[in-house]
């Protein structure tokens, strides 16, 4: 079942596209019409292209790594932090600093900057400075909180990176591109497809259409971690000991419940009874035989 429909994305104007003047032709496949002067992009291989995108998604998420996303257009960036942030990834929306992914280590250093001026702050460390040293400390934290504090999880490489609007976040493409790390991104007509492995036809520039594509991935994603936890869960259910105990039989569950235990107790003393009945059954019977013995 497809995830989108056409009048869903007619109505966020996902079909808007650039000046026909300011066309990429390798967005020629994409694009289904000319209207006034403005390209118009076809909406069908839009929502073909986000069944695609949200398939690989669903599938990084259930394998338990992370999305890298990243939108600083202004229209685009509050959008993203707020549906991404509640799928717990990673998201630049600030700026790209340069070097994020090629030069990681140096960006894990400014991360650990900003956990040691925390710890400083927690162990009383800043106690024992100047007003003039806490106050540059303190802002410090904060510029470091502003550029990196999305990231502060991510450990390691992303497993793969979103992008809205490649044309203007080139840098950061280029970045994945060289460390191989598979780019989904929003296309517009002005943007080469060919240079993201999962391009979904858009329009980058208006709010709607880029929340509309953000919620769809986000979706995604929420259901692979989702079937992930489920995964783990039956996991855990299948190798719990606690079941091999209550094999055992009630006996055991008699020690948990004074209930149980006089149940059993009962059990118990009926068997015995049935058992010393049958030994004197046996007695008579051994009895009439041996006088049958006597009287031949």
Known sequence: MSRTNFNELLDAGVHFGHLKRKWNPHMAPYIFMERNGIHIIDLQKT??????????????AKSGRKILFVATKKQAKDLVAERVNRVNMPYATERWPGGMLTNFPTIRKAVKKMASIDKMAADGTFENMSKRER???????????????????????????????????????????RLNIPVFAMVDTNSDPNMVDFPIP?????????????????????????????????????????????????????KKSPVKKAVVAEADEELDDEISDNELDDDDDFDIDVDVDDDE
């Open 47 to 60: 929502a073909a292209k986000i069944d695609e995108a949200c398939a690989a998604v669903k599938q990084i």
């Open 135 to 177: 106050l540059q400390v303190t802002r410090q934290r904060a510029k470091l909180e502003k550029n990196f504090g999305s990231i502060a999880d991510l450990t390691r490489l992303p497993a793969a990176m979103f992008v809205v609007d490649i044309s203007k976040e080139y840098i950061a493409v280029r970045e994945a591109r």
């Open 202 to 254: 858009a329009n980058d520039d208006a709010s709607k259409s880029i929340a509309l594509i953000i919620d769809k991935i986000c979706e995604a994603v929420q259901e692979g971690l989702d079937e992930r936890k489920m995964e783990k869960e039956k996991e855990a259910a299948s190798s719990d000991p606690k079941k091999e105990n209550d094999i055992k039989g009630n006996k055991n569950d008699a």
